[in-house]
């Protein structure tokens, strides 16, 4: 696990090759989450872009805090990045329509 803390701490540092060798150990959660929710409709390329991007982001912000190791916060900080993107897509698809009035109610 030492390995792992070393990498993360290189990573944080801006080493690229560590960040590589981050990114390709945990590629086949990334591609997990991405299949999920192509599932849903999203593009297959464009999700994984954004789990990419998603990991990245947590690399370098995250602290070594006892219960939580560093897959579990990867994973949920991807999970909830995805599920944001995801209805982000939902509201872009549905058309709101204008120029309704509200009814006139008589009392």
């Known amino acids: ?20 060798e981050l ?5 086949p959660l990334l591609k997990s989450r991405a299949k999920r929710y192509s599932k849903l409709g999203l593009e297959y390329e464009e999700v994984f872009q954004q789990a990419a991007l998603i990991f990245i982001l ?25 599920w944001v ?10 058309e709101i329509p204008y120029g309704l009035k509200p009814k006139d109610y008589k009392r």
Do not use: C, N
């Not at 993107?85 to 549905?94: E, M, P, S, T, V």
């Open 23 to 27: 990114f390709i150990r945990f590629t």
């Open 85 to 94: 993107y995801y209805r982000k897509y939902q509201k872009q698809q549905i």
């Open 58 to 82: 947590a690399v370098y912000d995250y602290k070594e805090r006892p219960p939580t190791t560093f897959a579990g916060y990867i994973k949920k900080r991807i999970d909830w990045g995805l």
């Open 1 to 20: 696990m030492s390995d792992l803390k070393e990498l993360i701490t290189q990573a944080k540092e801006k080493e690229v090759k560590a960040m590589e």
